[in-house]
């Protein structure tokens, strides 16, 4: 882990780690700010063509970097699935789904659709191994994976307030505790449902334009996270 800045304000350390390595050998980045309070879990680029929550991690990092002046310790990972990201495509370099490849009890090896490839075992991707490794050694309290969808929604999976009330209030996203199909595999089965990390799958508008995804989420999330470390 190198530690990159201590400018020696309240909780502003940045770190780096390596998250893990993807089907191809990259990076899977990492960066975490603060030592103490809460430990909050945020995730972009599961779905590597999901490009809006990317942009959206990697603008929180930039500005928790700047001024993270509550107790909380956060850690992001701005793009889980890199390969995916890197081709365009919202599976991994193995063609497969990664928010339907994790180890849960309604695990299933019958794909929805060829968009959603479970594949062939549970937890077959390095991307999830990774992930999975890090929520079974790391105290996580909360999680937040940022997708994109043509219908925008805060899908809640354990208990999410006050957060997801907050972000609902001031995004105007409505808040669902199923996305209106099976998602069998998912994080917020294997997180929220399964092992008592509230995890809401924040499914931001698809295509729109980033700055104003920015503007509107990332505030929001700033502003949530700042009453996150305060409960
Ligand atoms: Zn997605």
Known sequence: MIQLVNDGSYNSVMKYFLFGRSKNGLAIDA????STGKHVLILGGVHGDEIEGVALVKFLVAELSENLDFPLKVTLVPCLN????????????NNVDLNRNLPTADWNPTAFNDRYSPGDVANSELENKALVEFIKT???DFILSLHSFSRSLLNVNGNCEPVSSLISDLTGLPIEESIGYPTPGCLGTYAGLERNIPTITYELPRGSDIREIIK???????EALKV???C
């Open 228 to 230: 996150y470390a305060s």
């Open 82 to 93: 890199i390969d995916g990201f890197l081709a365009g495509t919202r599976q991994n370099a």
């Open 138 to 140: 790391q105290r996580i």
């Open 31 to 34: 960066i975490s700010f603060g």
């Open 216 to 222: 509107l989420h990332g505030e929001s999330i700033k």
